[in-house]
């Protein structure tokens, strides 16, 4: 079974950048979705954007400007790359990866999460 794990997370002032990874313990050219969610305290997890395995990238309005996800087949690593972050970012950030099955249930894979707080 493959497996996520992220890193990257931190205390980041208001306004600064982070760089998020996720590296698969195996190939991620199965996963025909990957992508980054994030919960803050006390909310529910929302989703903050995915890539393709083309490589086509959507986000949520949230954050569409100032984060970028990219995904390197090669290295079997995900990233999301955060600018302008604003407190209302802080969050535990969390890898996903889906592959589909047309005859058996789909695969989706979760990794345990990052923390990222911005805070001044």
């Known amino acids: 079974q493959v497996q996520l794990v992220e890193s990257g997370g931190g205390l980041v002032q208001p306004g600064g950048s982070l760089r998020l990874s996720c590296a698969a313990s195996?190939?991620?050219?199965?996963?025909?979705?990957m992508g980054w969610y994030r919960q803050a305290p006390g909310k529910e997890r929302e989703l903050v954007g995915t890539?393709?395995?083309?490589?086509?990238?959507n986000y949520a309005e949230s954050v569409k400007g100032r984060f970028t996800i990219s995904r390197d087949n090669a290295k079997n690593t995900v990233s999301l790359q955060m600018n302008s972050l604003k407190p209302e970012d802080t969050a535990v950030y969390s890898c996903?990866?889906?592959?589909?099955?047309?005859?058996?249930?789909?695969?989706?894979?979760w990794g345990q999460g990052t923390l990222v707080t911005v805070s001044s």
């Open positions: 996903n990866a889906i592959e589909i099955r047309p005859y058996s249930p789909n695969l989706e894979l």
């Open positions: 890539i393709t395995s083309g490589g086509t990238a």
């Open positions: 195996g190939s991620i050219l199965r996963f025909n979705y």
